[in-house]
Each structure stands twice: as structure tokens, then as C-alpha cells.
T-cell receptor, first 116, second 117 residues
Framework: AQTVTQSQPEMSVQEAETVTLSCTYD???????LFWYKQPPSRQMILVIR??????QNATENRFSVNFQKAAKSFSLKISDSQLGDAAMYFC?????????????FGTGTRLTIIP | GAVVSQHPSWVICKSGTSVKIECRSL??????MFWYRQFPKQSLMLMAT?????????EQGVEKDKFLINHASLTLSTLTVTSAHPEDSSFYIC?????????????FGPGTRLTVL
């Protein structure tokens, strides 16, 4: 079974600075997807960024980028130019690429606080 | 596009009663929907996978007789918590699978907070 580990329960960053959230995972599969989701106080889950395991290039979405290290099974999220609206719980998640298996396995989350 | 709604957004019920939560895909058809449970300050735990027209697939440890899931149409899945007890109090989130960018992405509903007295 796949597992996802987020070792940082809480992180804080000064507004406009850069912060990196860590995530490691364990799987025996060679093809899969990795995600970062944001859950603000409203508790609506929002997809931040997605990475396909077969792609060597790290995914980027505006101020959000990942550092995907497949051999190390590491998938960190970098948030640049942090904004107050970035304050939320961030969950790392894993999904198999096998057809018909769309289950998401989530990590325990990292609560990000933005300091004005 | 790809909006998922849940109803109700919150519900309070007495112990021993049953509660139904609806999950709707508003602008797309979803053959697969998922139900998650989230305890305070914890992660999302998958309860079951709901496929239109067939029985739901429950995760290990989830009581199928207690958490009844019905996916009768391509836009609606329901979760019924039967004979609810205080330990069933939680935040329930559904998601619906929709093709996006060459693969099936899960779009999440806003969640339902259940409080059992």
C-alpha cells in the first residue's frame, strides 16, 4: 500500500518570502501522480499543483513549484512571494496511474501561517 | 466549470437517527465519486468509491451497513449515515472524477459537517 508522509505539522513564513513544504511517499509502482492540495479555513479542497511521475521536469504553477525527486520518493512544494491568502492546510497526495484506480492517498498535512 | 456541490453544508441530528448527504456534479457527468471523512485537524481518509449503477467499494474498516452509498445517476451520489452516534460526528467531503487535461481529475465538494448529539 502507498503511504504519504508530511513531517512538518506547521510552518510559518514572512509575507513575500519563500517557503518549502516537504513530502515523502512510498510506493512500488513506477507510474503515478502526485499532488499538492490547499485547504483554507473554508475547508474547500483546492488543487495547487500536479506532477506526473513519468515527467522529469518539475511542475510549476505561477508562484508554486515542486521539486520532484523520484528516486528519493520526495515531492516538496515551494511557494514563492508568499501572500496572506496562502495561509491554509496543505496536503500532499498520491494517486496511481493504473486505469480504474483513482484513489487519492493523503498525507497528514502542513499548516502554513503567513506572517504579515 | 467542474463544480461539485454538497447538501446540506451542516447538519445536527440526534443519536440513533439517520442522515443523508448529497453530492452533485453540477456541470459534468461523473461515473465515479469518492467519499472522504476528515476529523478535526486531521487528513482526509477515503471511505468509499462510488460508481454509477453499481455497488460502492468500501475501504478497509469502513462499515458498509452504517455508511450507505448510492450512486443512482451520473450527477448524484448520496451517503447515508444510519443510526448515527456521536463518534460519527465529522466532516464529510465528496469528490467527483472528471476528465481534465488528459486524465481524470477529482473535483471536491465543499464538505458537510455532521454533529450527532
Amino acid at each position: 500500500a502507498q503511504t504519504v508522509t508530511q513531517s512538518q505539522p506547521e510552518m510559518s513564513v514572512q509575507e513575500a518570502e519563500t517557503v518549502t513544504l516537504s513530502c515523502t511517499y512510498d510506493t512500488s509502482e513506477s507510474d503515478y501522480y502526485l499532488f499538492w492540495y490547499k485547504q483554507p479555513p473554508s475547508r474547500q479542497m483546492i488543487l495547487v499543483i500536479r506532477q506526473e511521475a513519468y515527467k522529469q521536469q518539475n511542475a510549476t504553477e505561477n508562484r508554486f513549484s515542486v521539486n520532484f525527486q523520484k528516486a528519493a520518493k520526495s515531492f516538496s512544494l515551494k511557494i514563492s512571494d508568499s501572500q496572506l491568502g496562502d495561509a491554509a492546510m496543505y496536503f500532499c497526495a498520491y494517486r496511481s496511474a493504473n486505469f480504474g484506480n483513482e484513489k487519492l492517498t493523503f498525507g497528514t498535512g502542513t499548516r502554513l501561517t503567513i506572517i504579515p | 466549470g467542474a463544480v461539485v456541490s454538497q447538501h446540506p453544508s451542516w447538519v445536527i441530528c440526534k443519536s440513533g437517527t439517520s442522515v443523508k448527504i448529497e453530492c452533485r456534479s453540477l456541470d459534468f457527468q461523473a461515473t465515479t465519486m469518492f467519499w472522504y471523512r476528515q476529523f478535526p485537524k486531521q487528513s482526509l481518509m477515503l471511505m468509499a468509491t462510488s460508481n454509477e449503477g453499481s455497488k460502492a467499494t468500501y475501504e478497509q474498516g469502513v462499515e458498509k451497513d452504517k455508511f450507505l452509498i448510492n450512486h443512482a445517476s451520473l450527477t448524484l451520489s448520496t451517503l447515508t449515515v444510519t443510526s448515527a452516534h456521536p463518534e460519527d460526528s465529522s466532516f464529510y467531503i465528496c469528490s467527483a472524477s472528471h476528465a481534465s487535461g488528459g486524465y481524470n481529475e477529482q473535483f471536491f465538494g465543499p464538505g458537510t459537517r455532521l454533529t450527532v448529539l
